[in-house]
Every structure is written in structure tokens, then in C-alpha cells.
């Protein structure tokens, strides 16, 4: 006796001896070739013989690819997204009516024949020949699938999808010989269930789970009769008859589909007649697709996550290999995105800066010791709109940031200063510190070729009041430049290359900083997570580790679930802690009595250093306690304006300086993020403080918080490009002096972030 299938019909071996007569017939049809060529059937039928027996006994079934749902640390979602929304569920959670609906339009015999339905074959054959047209196809239920299966192993590449649905003799046989091996594998309610779950139903739905919610906002088992009709109609011509756009067609095909139902026996005549006239009672849910969507201002963490999932090897050697994982989905991502943080973080920057204003804002929250990054939003909100943009501002060029990153200006001194420590020089260090003076020369470098100031670059200090002698400790609280480039000229360029490079400082574009005695002012780009986790060395008494946005990700393929390795943060002793504990004290110092007083967190131990750049173009406040490190970036992204009598926020600034936009920035953010939190306190150390010196000496300084007390002012900035971008020349009146001209200017487009002005990132 031939062996049978569960499904009924013909067994593979009379179905291979058929083939010559019914597969080539079957294909000419649904190829659209016309009956009478039968000259052409014969000669195909030889070759098509022989490629059948040629063709792979197996189908190999790709994993269907379904929606990705990111979460932050809690479980909270963040946000789902998909190459193709779909979401897989068994037949017992199917609708019975849908599951009829689809038989009874699509293949009403489905039960009753196997792989090939002869009398659909022979049926179509004669309507066609009648019409003079292809007006009936013969395709069963089963072939479908398998052409589904073809479509969805193309993905998005359009040769392979016009491959997988050319309309050829060569694709019917390998389909047909395919779907003999499904039915003899998979039986009827397994072909079923797949079908329902891979096929197409427009708006972006695949499968009857994604195409349910879309259409209707519910689950596909709770689906009625006409509800499960107009799914079913859909499959055939999903845009033809796409409910939302054609309501009229719709229903003249949801009713063809109940009158079929009645016809087969599937509901009575008065059920088809009583569910015709039902309105099409549509509760369409709009795609929830993509980092767009995210919850909590957390659209650009989410494009972040995307960015290092396909960009770390750890998820692929190749970068395809990475990106069709990424397509596949099914995935489910924790991150370490703190809800609580990011809330803060939304609040804060809701609060300071509108998405109008001329500026934007970025800030970026670290955890010290581990590298987890826990907040990460900014003013300008996901999107292609007025007012939006798809940069990070947050981030590196390399993973969704601007090109650069930004200038640091003055909060990259820490950075000087701690190489000065670990080269031996004690934190009483003492240098004269002019108002002004040439950037010093010869300054060793790690090349062995001395850097020379060849221009007679010149740096001043923020106000005239500012000559020295200073202490380091007086120096950074002050933020004095022409202490810091003297630093660099006694230390040589080489320890800050070292230094940095342990804390994995470089340009926003991911080239290491360049040997200028410049760069210790903060003249390169770098973007606000770098420097967050940079800061946050500082708080882990020395040890840097890498940010990390991944928890953990499972991945769902079919009905297992497996875990997928992800990158881990790498820690490692960036200076000592004796250094570590010292940039501590004197950071300490800064938002005690220092640039950023008006910026300081009044219920735990914390510390910072505030910074702007030339022409005030941009604005820093980067700051951290023991257990969390922030920075916040102010500016254009462009680097076309410049923050004078500017509004940010609804706030009117004369100047924008790190302590009176940036800082409040930290400080809410901060505040927030921290509260119910540990307050723990620094290893502070014992730094002698100088001769107290006259009191006129305390000034609102560079990046002083708008207070203009009368008696100094608050001019330029600090920091400079290469060797000689000049400071302010601050009056002798509440309110500041002249900004200074730069004595070199930077090229046009050379630092900026291509989301809100001219060019592109991509």
C-alpha cells in the first residue's frame, strides 16, 4: 500500500509520477502561459522532470522574523522594532473563524488533497481557457506557504524577493516538490498555523497576530466572523483591498469571503447574511515601529542600542551577519537604562531648553565602576521634522553622533591636571599665571620632536584680574589658562597622550587627540558620553571602564528561546587612587567655591568642572558624585551660533557661560536621578590652600553663573583652537568686556553635527 498522508491525497511517490502531467500545467497556469501552447508543455515537461529530481529534498525554513522589544533596567519597555512586524502565535490562540475564513477563500479542498490539488488544477485549467485569461489560480494552501517561505528568505533584498515571485515554470516545480516535503513533515494543522503566522496583510502587519492588532487593536483569537472574513480577504490583494484606504472594496471582498464560508458550510446563510451587513467597526492602531517611539525622551538611547548591536563583532564578524540577526528580531534587549534617570534627564532638559530655541542641549548619565550608561537624552527630539533630528548628540560619529563631537573648553583641564599628578607634580603646584602670555615652547611631545609655538600664539586668562602665582587647587576652582598650558609646558604632551588614552578621550570622529599645547584647553570635539565616562574614572578613584548599554538579550526563534552573548564593559586602572582621590578634592572645589557654585548638588558629596569654547559656541558642565557622572553640552550643532544675548530655554542670556545653562541642566538632572539613592563621599585629601590673598580676587569667573556682582566681568572663553584661539578680556563692570578676536580660526565646517544644518551624517 503507498504510504499516506495525514492530510489525505496523493503520496509522494504517485505525485512524483503525476508530475509531468500536473506540475508543468500547474506552473503554466500561474505563470500565465496560455492552454493551447502545448507544443511548449511537452518540451518543458522533459526538463522539468529532471529538475525535480535534481532539487534539495529539504526545505530549510527561516526563522520569521519578528519584532524586537527594547527595556530598560527594570523591565519597563522602551521600545519594540522590526524589519517586519510580526509576532508568532500557536493556532490555539487563532480565531476558528479566521482559521475557516482563510481555508474556505484560499483553498476550500485544504483538508482534503495533499501537496497538489488536481481538481483546483484541472478546474482552473478549463475557467482560464474559457476566459481567454488566468482568472483562477491553483496554488493550495501548502504551495503558499512555501512561496511565503522563499519571500521571507529573500528579507529585503529585492533581486532575491523578485526570485522568490517570478512568475516561472523553474519556481512552481521547486515550490511544488517543497511543499510535498511540508506536508509529509508538517501535516495540515502545522501548515496552517504557519501560513497564518508568515503571510502578508498589509499595513505593515505579517502574520494574523500583528495584522489583528493593527485592524482591530486585539488579540487574533479574539477575532469574529466578520473581523476574521475581512483578515482573510486581505491575503490575496493586501493594497486592493486594504480596509483603511478603500473601505468600499473591503467590504465587497469581506463579503465574498462569508459567502464562501456559507457555501462550504462553515456558517450558515444567515450568518454570512447577518455579518455582510455589519460595518467594518475598524479600530486601527498605528504602527509602533522603531526608536521613534521610544518612551521617556529615550529615542536616541534606543538608536544607540541599535547602533552597537551592529557594530560589535560580538554579535557577528561581519557586519551583514550582524544586520540580518538585527532584521530577523524575535529579540528581547534589556538595557541599563535607568527609568528613573531617564525621567530625570527628560525633566530636566524639558525644563531648561526648548526644542526651538536656536541651541540644543545633550546630557548623558555614567555609572562609576561599571560603565553602564543610565541616562542619555537631549533637546531636540527624535525625528525628520522642524525642530528634530536623528543625530545623538551624545554620541560618536561612529554610532549616531555628529561629526566631531563638540569642544570641551575648560572641563578638559581635570585631565591635565591628573597627568601632572601621576607624573609626581604635588597638588600644591605652583605656576606664575599671567593674564597673558605666548603659549610656552619648546613642549615635548611623544614623538621626541618638540612642539613650537612657530605663530607667537598667545592665551589669556578670563579677566585681567587673574595674575598669578596660583596654586592648582585655586587654578581649577578659578579655571585659569594660562596655568594649565604652563602645566603642559613643565609636564610635556606626553603624560596627557597617556592619560587620555586610559580614559579613552578622543575626537568626536574617534581619531586620538592631537600633541598641541591647545588641546589642554579643550579645543578638540569630543562627545558627552566620553566624557562622562571619563569623569567617571575620576569617581571610581581611577578605574575606567567602557560604557555598556546591554544587559543581556534573548533571542526567540520559532518555539525556543536561547540567550545571545553581548559586550561587556572592560574596566582598568586608568591613574592611582592617590591621582584619582586629588582631581576629587579639587573638582570638589570647583562647585563648592569655584565656576560651577550655582551648579552643585547641596545633599551629597559631588564635584564637576565647567567649560565653554570660542565665542561661546559652546557651553559644558560635566560633574559626577561617587556614584553617577553626568556631562551636559549647550551649543549649535552646527557650531554657527554664538550663545550672546540669547534666549535658551525662555531665560535671556547676556552670555551663556558652563554654570548658567549647562550646569542647572546637571544639577536637575542629577538631583532626580539620585533621589532615594546612597549618598556616599569621596576619599577627599589634604590640599593647603595659599596666603589668602585679596578678597576682590573671588570673582564670578569663566562659565560663572549670570550673577554679574558689579565688580568683575564675565568675558570670552576659555579654552582656544590649536595654538591660539585668545580668552575673554572680562571689563572692570558687572557684565563683562569685548569677546577678543581669535588669532586663528577653524575652517568652516570643521566642528559641527550635521542633524540640524547643512550636510548629513550618512
Known amino acids: 500500500m503507498p504510504k499516506k498522508r495525514s492530510g489525505g491525497g496523493l503520496s509522494p511517490t504517485q505525485q512524483a509520477a503525476k508530475f509531468l502531467g500536473v506540475s508543468v500545467l500547474a506552473g503554466a497556469v500561474l505563470a500565465g502561459i496560455a492552454l493551447p501552447a502545448v507544443g511548449a508543455l511537452g518540451l518543458a515537461a522533459k526538463g522539468s522532470v529532471e529538475s525535480f529530481d535534481e532539487l534539495p529534498a529539504n526545505l530549510k525554513t527561516p526563522p520569521l522574523s519578528q519584532r524586537t522589544t527594547i527595556l530598560d533596567a527594570k523591565g519597563g519597555q522602551i521600545a519594540t522594532v522590526y524589519s517586519r512586524d510580526r509576532t508568532v502565535v500557536d493556532l490555539k490562540d487563532i480565531s476558528p473563524y479566521v482559521q475557516k475564513a482563510i481555508v474556505a477563500i484560499e483553498d476550500s479542498r485544504f483538508y482534503e488533497h495533499g501537496a497538489v490539488d488536481l481538481k483546483g488544477i484541472l478546474r482552473a485549467l478549463n475557467r482560464n481557457a474559457q476566459s481567454g485569461g488566468v482568472t483562477e489560480g491553483a496554488s493550495t494552501l501548502t504551495q503558499q506557504y512555501v512561496k511565503n517561505v522563499f519571500v521571507e528568505e529573500a528579507g529585503d533584498d529585492p533581486t532575491k524577493v523578485a526570485q522568490a515571485t517570478q512568475q516561472t515554470i523553474g519556481r512552481k516545480i521547486r515550490e511544488l516538490k517543497f511543499a510535498i516535503q511540508v506536508e509529509e513533515e508538517l501535516g495540515k494543522k502545522k501548515i496552517l498555523e504557519n501560513y497564518l503566522n508568515i503571510t502578508f496583510f498589509g499595513q505593515q502587519a505579517y502574520g494574523v497576530e500583528a495584522a489583528a492588532r493593527r485592524y482591530f487593536s486585539k488579540s487574533a483569537k479574539d477575532l469574529n466572523l466578520q473581523e476574521s472574513a475581512l483578515l482573510a480577504g486581505l491575503v490575496q490583494s493586501p493594497s486592493r483591498y486594504d480596509p483603511v484606504n478603500d473601505e468600499a472594496e473591503a467590504t465587497k471582498r469581506r463579503n465574498v469571503v462569508l459567502a464562501r464560508m456559507a457555501q462550504v458550510g462553515d456558517i450558515s446563510q444567515e450568518q454570512a447574511a447577518e455579518a455582510s451587513q455589519a460595518p467594518l467597526g475598524l479600530k486601527v492602531s498605528k504602527p509602533n515601529n522603531g526608536c521613534i517611539t521610544a518612551v521617556a525622551d529615550a529615542a536616541f538611547f534606543c538608536d544607540y542600542v541599535r547602533e552597537v548591536f551592529l557594530s560589535d563583532p560580538v554579535f557577528g564578524k561581519e557586519k551583514e551577519d550582524r544586520a540580518k540577526i538585527w532584521n530577523q528580531g524575535g529579540l528581547t534587549i534589556r538595557t541599563t537604562l535607568d527609568p528613573q534617570a531617564q525621567r530625570s534627564v527628560h525633566t530636566s532638559l524639558k525644563g531648561h531648553v526648548n526644542k526651538s530655541d536656536s541651541v540644543a542641549a545633550a546630557i548623558t548619565l555614567v555609572e562609576p565602576g561599571t560603565g553602564k550608561i543610565l541616562g542619555m537624552g537631549q533637546s531636540k527630539p527624535y525625528g525628520y521634522g522642524k525642530n528634530e533630528t536623528e543625530i545623538n548628540y551624545s554620541a560618536d560619529h561612529s554610532m549616531g553622533g555628529s561629526n566631531y563631537g563638540f569642544p570641551t573648553g575648560s572641563t578638559f583641564k581635570p585631565f591635565v591636571a591628573a597627568a601632572a ?342
Open 421 to 762: 599628578l601621576e607624573e609626581g607634580r604635588p597638588p600644591t603646584q605652583e605656576y606664575s599665571s599671567p593674564y597673558e602670555m605666548p603659549y610656552p615652547d619648546p613642549v615635548q611631545t611623544c614623538s621626541g620632536k618638540p612642539w613650537m609655538n612657530q605663530e607667537g600664539a598667545t592665551v589669556p586668562n578670563e579677566d585681567k584680574s587673574e595674575v598669578g602665582p596660583y596654586r592648582l587647587k585655586e587654578a581649577m576652582a578659578l579655571s585659569v589658562n594660562t596655568y594649565f598650558v604652563q602645566m603642559i609646558a613643565d609636564i610635556g604632551l606626553c603624560p596627557l597622550v597617556k592619560m587620555t588614552d586610559a580614559l579613552h578621550v578622543v575626537e568626536g570622529n574617534g581619531e586620538k587627540l592631537p600633541e598641541v599645547p591647545a588641546v589642554s584647553l579643550g579645543s578638540r570635539g569630543v562627545s558627552p558620553l566620553t566624557m562622562a565616562s571619563a569623569y567617571a574614572a575620576f569617581a571610581s578613584r581611577g578605574m575606567y571602564c567602557t560604557p555598556v548599554a546591554i544587559e543581556s538579550i534573548t533571542q526567540k526563534i520559532g518555539d525556543q528561546q536561547k540567550s545571545l552573548e553581548v559586550p561587556k564593559s572592560t574596566c582598568s586602572r586608568a591613574m592611582s587612587e592617590k591621582t584619582a582621590d586629588t582631581v576629587n578634592t579639587l573638582l570638589q572645589g570647583v562647585v563648592d567655591s569655584g565656576t560651577g557654585r550655582a551648579s552643585g548638588l547641596t545633599d551629597r558629596a559631588n564635584a564637576g568642572k565647567t567649560g565653554t569654547t570660542d565665542e561661546r559656541k559652546n557651553a559644558w558642565f560635566v560633574g559626577y558624585t561617587p556614584n553617577l557622572s553626568g556631562a551636559v553640552w549647550v551649543g549649535s550643532a552646527t557650531q554657527q551660533v554664538k550663545m550672546v544675548d540669547i534666549s535658551v530655554g525662555g531665560a535671556y542670556h547676556a552670555k551663556v557661560y558652563g554654570g548658567s545653562v549647562p550646569g542647572p541642566i546637571w544639577r536637575d538632572a542629577m538631583t532626580g536621578a539620585l533621589t532615594g539613592k546612597d549618598a556616599p563621599s569621596f576619599n577627599l585629601v589634604d590640599i593647603p590652600d595659599p596666603e589668602k590673598r585679596d578678597k576682590d580676587r573671588d570673582r564670578d569667573g569663566e562659565d560663572g553663573d549670570d550673577r554679574g556682582d558689579g565688580n568683575r566681568g564675565n568675558g570670552g572663553q576659555n579654552g582656544g583652537v590649536f595654538g591660539g584661539l585668545t580668552g575673554g578680556n572680562g571689563g572692570q563692570t558687572g557684565g563683562g568686556g569685548a569677546e577678543p578676536d581669535p588669532t586663528f580660526s577653524l575652517p568652516e565646517g570643521f566642528i559641527q553635527g550635521p542633524g540640524n544644518g547643512p550636510g548629513g551624517r550618512r
